[in-house]
């Protein structure tokens, strides 16, 4: 049987309580939860916050696409949940929540893992950092 899937972009702040009661699932013995948050600093500079942008029609798509691949790769998973938060982030915010549901542990932190590594490489969603001392960055472009 296909797990359930659920993705989405939001403005709306992230939680892990409905990611958790997703993926939970009584055939399931681990739920393992991942939150992305902004934090105070990268690579030696102090950061305020990060915007996130991204093209919605195709990140849409390609979180789909994500959550069937995870599905495909790990065929006892019960749930998948793949959420990422647009538009700006103080310091301390969710940006991305990931969760899988699996009868074992070591399954549902790996395809955790996988999606949450493979969202951040492949998905068109993209992060501009923005510095103390007033500065802004997108990581990934020169500069």
Known sequence: MAPRRHTGLTTDPLGVDAAHGFCADPAAGAVVVFTGVVRDHSEGRSVTGLSYEAYEERAGGQ?????TRVAERWPMTSAVWLEHRLGDLAVGEVAVVVAVSSPH??????????AMDTLKSETAIWKQEHWADGGTHWPGSPG
């Open 63 to 67: 979180l789909d696409a994500l959550a």
């Open 105 to 114: 542990r070591g399954d549902a932190f790996d395809a955790a893992r996988w």
